[in-house]
């Protein structure tokens, strides 16, 4: 299989759904990435990114009950399949070795 790259906002979405588990869809995909990351997220760009990953292989979704507090609607839960796991270990293999490789001595990170 040929190396796979993905945009860092699908990366930490295809991330997000991993960490929700059973829990995953659009809203609290929303919700969990603002408060992990700090900025702003916007529900439509969660969305799509979702469904562009299904399409690719990445995710797949199944549709929950319909519940009142909905009112009746249905809610679409993701989960990462095995394809998914193998491009996200994919991405941080590249992420560490590029960490890795960065020389000790000419180029210090702070936090701060």
């Known amino acids: 299989m040929k190396r796979v790259f993905l945009g860092e906002f699908e990366e930490v979405v295809l991330l997000t759904v991993a960490i929700l588990g059973e829990n995953a869809y659009a809203v609290t995909v929303t919700q969990e990435l603002e ?42 839960f993701f989960v990462v399949t095995a394809l998914g796991q193998k491009v996200l270990l994919e991405v941080k293999q590249v992420r560490d070795d590029l960490w890795n490789a960065l020389p000790q001595s000419g180029f210090q990170l702070s936090k701060g």
């Not at 439509?44 to 609607?73: D, F, I, N």
Request: glycine fraction near 16%.
């Open 35 to 76: 408060r992990k990351t700090g900025r702003l997220v916007g529900f439509s760009s969660v969305h799509t990114t979702l469904q562009r990953m299904e399409q690719k292989g990445y995710l797949t979704s199944v549709m929950g009950g319909a519940t009142a507090e909905r009112g009746g609607r249905r809610k679409r």
